[in-house]
DNA sequence: CATAAATACTTCGTGATACGATGTATATCA
DNA sequence: TGATATACATCGTATCACGAAGTATTTATG
C-alpha cells in the first residue's frame, strides 16, 4: 500500500491493536500483519511517539531472561481511537467525491 | 482533519477534481473546500508532482489579461484513480480492525 | 556442536511532503 | 484610496515511514 496513505492510519492501527490487551512490539507487528504491515523501526518510533503523548503505558518485564517492554493504552489513547472515529466521516465523503462516476458516461 | 490523514488522499482528490474538466489551480481549491481543505502552496506543489508523473497536461492560456495555467487529466492520472480504489479495500480492511468493538463488552 | 533463524528492541540517516510565511501582480469593489 | 479577491510561486520547517545496521538472547536445524 502506499507509503502516503499509511500515514495517518498506523498510529490509531497501534493503539487498536494495543486496546484490547496489554502486548509489545514484536507482537504488534505480526497480529497487524494481515491488515496493515509495517518496519520494526516505524513500529517502534510510533511507540514512543504515542508514549510521549500519553496514549500508552509502558511497563519493562522479564521474559526467558530478557527485558521485554509491554504496551497498554491509556483514556487518551481510546479518545484518539474515537476521534479516528469522526475523522472517518470525513474520509468516507472524500472518498465519495473521489470514486464518484461521471453523471453523463456511465 | 488530520494532516497525517491527509497525505494520501491530496494527490487523488486533485485528480479528481480535474478529472471532469480542465480546471486551473484556484479554482480547484474552491471546488474542494467542501471536501478537504489544503493550502493554495500545497496544491500547487502537488500539481507540480502531478504533471512531473505525468498524470496531468498543463496549458498556459490568457485570461483576463493574465497567464492562467489549465489542467487536464492524462491516462495515467485517471489510471491513478482506479489504483486508489484498490488500496482503498485495503484501507476499510484497516478501518474495521480499528473500529472493531471487542467482543466481550457490549 | 555449529550455524541459522527467530525473537526483541534500538539508533541513524534519508526522502517525501503539507504547511505557513512571504512575494508578485492584476482586477474588482467599497 | 484601500481592501479584498484572483492567481501563481518560492522557501524553510516539521513530521514521519523506512531501510540499514547494530545488540543480544533463544530456538531450531544440519
Chains 1, 2 share one sequence.
Not at 481511537?81 to 469522526?86: G, H, T, V
Request: hydrophobic share 35%; charged share 35%.
Amino acid at each position: 500500500m502506499d507509503i502516503q496513505l499509511k500515514r495517518g492510519l498506523l498510529d490509531v492501527c497501534v493503539l487498536a491493536a494495543i486496546k484490547d490487551e496489554e502486548t509489545y512490539g514484536y507482537k504488534i507487528i505480526k497480529d497487524m500483519k494481515p491488515y496493515i504491515e509495517m518496519s520494526e523501526s516505524t513500529l517502534y518510533t510510533i511507540l514512543k511517539r504515542l508514549e510521549a503523548a500519553q496514549m500508552v503505558n509502558i511497563r519493562s518485564a522479564e521474559h526467558n531472561g530478557r527485558l521485554r517492554k509491554y504496551y497498554s493504552i491509556t483514556e487518551t489513547g481510546l479518545k484518539r481511537i474515537d476521534e479516528f472515529r469522526d475523522d472517518w466521516k470525513e474520509i468516507m465523503t472524500i472518498y465519495r467525491f473521489v470514486s464518484r462516476e461521471d453523471q453523463d458516461n456511465e
